[in-house]
């Protein structure tokens, strides 16, 4: 049996750390071991049981602390990671002893490690050289559906990571049950990006025409080469779950043998504000 990992990626706050707990104790219930990595510097509390601990080998509070480096929030975490990716020892000897598990890694969210810092690819470099099997998770949270602009910079941030590390990549979009109106989250499932920045930016008189016109352009982008695609998720629906960890499998598996799985589709059966229920038709998984 290969060895199976998942890259939890995502702004703060989206909800990473949530989302790995989720997981393992769903897996637990199924009686499938699912072991969680912090590589968080600055992670203060998660309720997961966490196999390995970046803290153990540094923090960020002894960078902080340090009166000669004197580090700020952000200096100080990018110092962490890079310390990581130059003792990758450390990881390789505490997972040796894990042969056939299944490993999630609960990552940082600071943008500067996956656009122009080489840190999360020694990691994945490291993580393929162990023999395991790499799916990248990007959770948005899903208060970025609310205004076009920051649907836009979280669909740009997703492709980032995509470009970056090359890996099986799967977009969720988290804390579904906190939109006033499942319509927002319908829109993003099943219509095109240009169709949401249109809906978003009709009628604003506000925004300048270039930046308008910049919008449908990257709109267009995503749209013409069907980049980035997201799966809805909210805190203890199984089901979603489910769904989320099937597209995982589904993307880490490989060889025509392989079972394939028909994802459900998403039916918008109700727009009414405060309704936040999420139907799907087809079979299950």
């Known amino acids: 049996m290969p060895r199976l990992a998942q890259l939890v990626m995502g702004p703060a706050g989206s909800g990473k750390s949530t989302y790995c707990n989720s997981v393992q104790r769903h897996c637990e219930m199924l009686r499938r071991t699912v072991h969680v990595v912090n590589l968080d510097p600055a992670a203060e509390q998660f309720q997961y049981n966490a196999l390995l601990d970046i803290r153990d080998l540094i923090s960020i509070d002894d960078v902080m602390d340090d009166e000669e480096l004197r580090f700020g929030p952000n200096g100080g975490l990018i110092f962490c990671m890079e310390h990581l990716a130059q003792n990758l020892e450390w990881l390789k000897e505490s997972l040796d002893d894990y042969d056939d598990d299944y490993?999630?890694?609960?990552?940082?969210?600071?943008?500067?490690?996956?656009?122009?810092?080489?840190?999360?690819?020694?990691?994945v470099d490291c993580l393929k050289s162990m023999g395991f099997e790499v799916c990248g998770i990007f959770v948005m949270d899903s208060q970025f559906l609310v205004d076009a602009a920051k649907l836009v910079s979280g669909f740009m941030v997703a492709l980032s990571n995509m470009v970056i590390l090359e890996l099986p990549h799967i977009n969720i979009v988290n804390k579904i049950d906190l939109l006033s109106s499942k319509k927002q989250l319908y829109n993003l499932l099943e219509k095109s990006m240009t169709e949401v920045v249109e809906e978003h930016l009709d009628g604003d008189e506000i925004l300048g025409k270039r930046y308008k016109k910049l919008n449908h352009a990257i709109a267009g982008i995503v749209d013409d080469y069907s980049l980035v695609r997201f799966l809805p998720l909210e805190r203890d629906n199984e089901d979603l779950l489910q769904d989320v960890l099937t597209h995982v499998e589904m993307a880490l598996s490989s060889g025509d043998d392989q079972e394939h799985f028909e994802p459900r589709e998403f039916q918008e059966n109700d727009n009414d504000e405060g309704n936040t229920n999420v139907g799907f038709v087809g079979p299950g998984l």
């Open 103 to 123: 490993v999630i890694f609960d990552c940082p969210g600071q943008i500067e490690l996956y656009s122009h810092l080489t840190v999360m690819e020694k990691i």
